[in-house]
């Protein structure tokens, strides 16, 4: 599943094509809003929220959309051939005389009054790269967090109810970044608020380009410290990076830690060393 960046990334691009711009052609192809008719109508503008996407339209409405594991938004100019994967894997078209916005795979479509926007994102904690972050959303999220003392720290950061932006790279990456293992126990984290704000650092300098630095190596073999790094040694102290489930379905995930640079219980709920 796309991390925060990546959708307000995506949010970035497609507000550029279509903001402003009135709709050519408009097709949702899921069965629900199948005889929607959005021809006609200007785009006002696109917004994240946490991983998901907001185009507001003209006339009060709004398409929600959201990436999940596989949904991609590709954007074409007049007579560009798509390429993003076979016609029937196309959820949404959305058309201007001078390009097309052709969604793949999105695994949610749903057309709602601007208004109940609220029905779709009403239940996300503060979104990291929000406009509104610094008006209360660190303080707002470490409340959220705090809620739930026990919950282990990996799940509590994935969890968007808590704060809105951080997928499984960023949680693995985090945790190392605070010395501790995703199972411990958040209420356990010497300095949580700490771990909050570089969330929302590494967000916000990564927004814009592709691939989660958090390094500050930009090579992608070298961008992160533990996150897809299974079997191969720690860039600090060496130790064979470390790989287990976390979670229960159908919301697991895969962990990745140090054993010797991070501490706390592992998977197996080990006492910490």
Not at 244 to 258: H, I, S, T, Y
Request: proline share 8%; hydrophobic share 35%; glycine share 12%.
């Amino acid at each position: 599943m796309p991390e925060g960046d990546s959708v307000f990334r995506t949010a970035a691009q497609l507000h550029q094509a279509l903001a402003g711009r009135r709709l050519t052609a408009a097709e949702l192809r899921v069965p629900a809003h199948a005889t929607a008719e959005l021809t006609g109508r200007q785009v006002l503008d696109v917004t994240p929220r946490g991983k998901h996407l907001l185009t507001r339209l003209e006339g009060g409405l709004t398409l929600h959309t959201h990436l999940r594991m596989d949904g991609r938004w590709h954007i074409y100019r007049g007579g560009e051939r798509w390429s993003g994967g076979p016609a029937h894997q196309i959820r949404a078209v959305l058309g201007t005389e001078e390009c097309t916005a052709v969604g793949y795979r999105l695994p949610v479509v749903r057309l709602l009054r601007t208004a109940d926007e609220d029905e779709a994102v009403g239940h996300l904690g503060p979104d990291l790269l929000g406009p509104h972050w610094q008006d209360g959303g660190p303080e707002e999220a470490l409340r959220r967090l705090a809620g739930a003392p026990e919950r282990p720290a990996g799940e509590a950061l994935l969890d968007q109810r808590n704060l809105a932006g951080i997928g499984n790279v960023y949680a693995a990456e985090l945790c190392f970044l605070a010395g501790v293992t995703p199972w411990t126990p958040f209420g356990e984290l010497p300095a949580p608020e700490r771990l909050v704000a570089l969330a929302h650092r590494l967000l916000q300098v990564n927004r814009m380009r592709p691939g989660h630095i958090t390094t500050g190596e930009p090579r992608p073999d070298r961008s992160h410290w533990v996150y897809g790094r299974a079997g191969q040694p720690c860039r600090r102290c060496g130790s064979m990076i470390r790989t287990a489930r976390q979670g229960a379905a159908p919301r697991q995930r895969v962990a990745f830690w140090c054993p010797s640079c991070q501490r706390g219980p592992g998977p197996d709920g080990a006492e910490p060393r």
